[in-house]
């Protein structure tokens, strides 16, 4: 599918939305950053709630335009054969994305990424068990809305593959702007990349499988690196 899943004023509030969370993102790190402050189960709720109420806004303006919510989700699997392959995808994308954000991480002149983040480690069990939820829910969310929704857009719009997974990774990478620019800089690349791999795959399955380990991982040892 080539054409436009939603309106364009669906899509233009979606990127107003996203780009208010962004502003609340970047004043509530420099808060927490000034204040040292070391709780995170209010930020994390929040969150959570945030990215599965903007993914139901999304499939509620797919859905008006007679579109099906598998076009931004993608498909269920159909078999154990399925699950296997997109979960092999998944893992090598995840060790290729590895040596490519630490090459970039070197050119980007970015030390160490892990002290960008530092202040939203979780500390204690029941912050990284929320914490594994909300890794989840950025895997299957962020994918659905970057790669499953924004980008189908901007490919309907312009007809250029190249461009829209560029205009998605801008978007994805703003969303970041709390870690700095050269960090949100960072992470569009590492946006764009998601993007090549829905669009190589035409599912955002194995993006989402990815996605979900590489926030897990990072935040708890992360964490336990910091101890």
Known sequence: MNGPVASAGHTASVLA??????????????????????????LYLQTLAFEWLLVGFILWGVRRSGASAAAVLGSRWS???ELWRDLRVAVVFWFASLIALGL??????????????????????????????LSITAGICE?????????????????????????????????HI???????LLIACYGAMFGALAHW???????MLAHAWQDTMSGLLGSIIRR
């Open 143 to 175: 994918e659905a809305v970057f790669r499953g929704y924004l980008q189908r857009q901007f490919l309907a719009a312009t007809r250029n593959p190249v461009l829209a997974i560029a205009l998605s990774a801008i978007v994805f990478g703003a969303g």
């Open 201 to 207: 795959r035409n599912s955002v399955r194995p993006g």
């Open 104 to 133: 970039l991480s070197l050119l980007l002149g970015i030390k160490n990424q892990r002290e960008t983040v530092r202040f939203l480690l979780p500390n204690g069990p029941a912050e990284m068990a929320i914490w594994v939820v």
């Open 17 to 42: 939305i996203l780009g208010a969370f962004a502003g609340w993102g970047a004043f509530n790190a420099a808060h927490m950053r000034a204040t040292g402050a070391d709780h995170h189960l209010a």
């Open 178 to 184: 709390y870690q700095g620019y050269r960090g949100a």
């Open 79 to 81: 078999s154990p054969l």
